[in-house]
Structures are given as structure tokens and as C-alpha cells.
């Protein structure tokens, strides 16, 4: 099971399928996002445009809580960071976004192998770190049914030591 509540916010529920020494296999439900996507890096930009979105910029003007993690899909092609929507929203409660380039949508459920790490992220360092889960993965016979993400659960003013991420893709898993 996650934290329920990380830095006193929602955080993403799972349940833990199995633990190995430096993954873990996790099921997660269905859950709801808002995503921003374009093809140049993010960066700052992309979590402002969210937490203003968050912070009463959409079309109820509804300010929505804060969830943790922040998912970034780890793409050459493509950039994007999400918010998770917290638990009680369907996509039909979802307020629209105002501004143009943020989309509401869900990512389906799934078993997901997920490597946690601390400290401070830099695209050198996130890249490194997934290509060895994806041979750690590929020795233990695991398919990769996904782009990598990036799960940052802590605000910016945390301790670096104290960072909790995650490395995050959607695996074929058959519960046995």
C-alpha cells in the first residue's frame, strides 16, 4: 500500500504484487490525470501551467489539492508532466483545464515495476538509471509494455537526501 499521504498530500495508491532486492512489482487501478505534452523539454513551465491549474485556473475556478507523485513520461520524442487528480474525481468531475495544451485523462490500471531512489534529478542521471532497471528487467524476463516515468513525490524545498522518486514502467505480469 502507499502513503496515504506524503508532505499532506493525497498520494497514488497501489498494492505491492511482489519485492525483489531492487524493484518492486505493483498493481495500480486506473487513475486520472492532467497532463501537459509537447515536444520540446518541460521544465519549470509544464509545473507551473499544472499547479495553476490546480490552484483555481480552470473553468469552475475549483481549486483542486495537491496529489503526489508528479509523473513525468521519460520519452526522446516527447515531453510531458502530469498531476494525479485526487482519488474522489472522476474524469467527469474533473473541471476543463482553461489553457490550451493541459489534457484530462486516465491512465489505465496495470502492473508496473517500479525502482525508488533518493536525491536530486537531472536527465543524465534518470536516463542512466533507466537503462539499468530496463536490463535488470530484461535479465529477469520481464516484457516492457511502456515509456519510462519519473515519479517525484516531494516539494522542491526538501532535502535532497531525503527525495523520494521512482522509476516507474508498465510491465506483462500474470499473477500466479
Known sequence: MADKNRHGAEALDYSVIKKYDAFEI???DSINIVSVETKKPIGSQGFSMLFNY????NEEKKEIPMTAPVINK????ASNMAFVMPGDMT????????REGLIIKQMNSGYYAVSAFKGLNNQKKINRKIEAFRELLEEKGFSILSEFYLARFDPPFTLPMLRRNEIMVE???EVS
Request: no cysteine.
Open 54 to 57: 490546480i490552484s483555481g485556473q
Open 171 to 173: 510491465i506483462d505480469y
Open 91 to 98: 474524469l467527469e468531475t474533473i473541471p476543463k483545464p482553461l
Open 26 to 28: 505493483r498493481k495500480y
Open 74 to 77: 521519460v520519452s526522446e520524442t
